[in-house]
């Protein structure tokens, strides 16, 4: 699950760097959200398949 939305977010990142500039910082601040996610899940160790 935050694999998913760590993806979709750092998609929109990427089409908010290509695209418009005006709301760059929030696809900025999704950005971070997505890599604290990510990291949460590789410090705790969770295995997405069991």
Request: hydrophobic share 70%; glycine share 8%; no cysteine.
């Amino acid at each position: 699950m935050l694999t998913t939305i760590a993806i979709v977010l750092i998609v929109l990142w990427l089409l908010g760097v290509v695209g418009v500039y005006t709301i760059g910082w929030f696809i900025h601040l999704l950005l971070v959200v997505a890599v604290i996610m990510f990291l949460i899940r590789i410090i705790k160790g969770k295995n997405p398949i069991q």
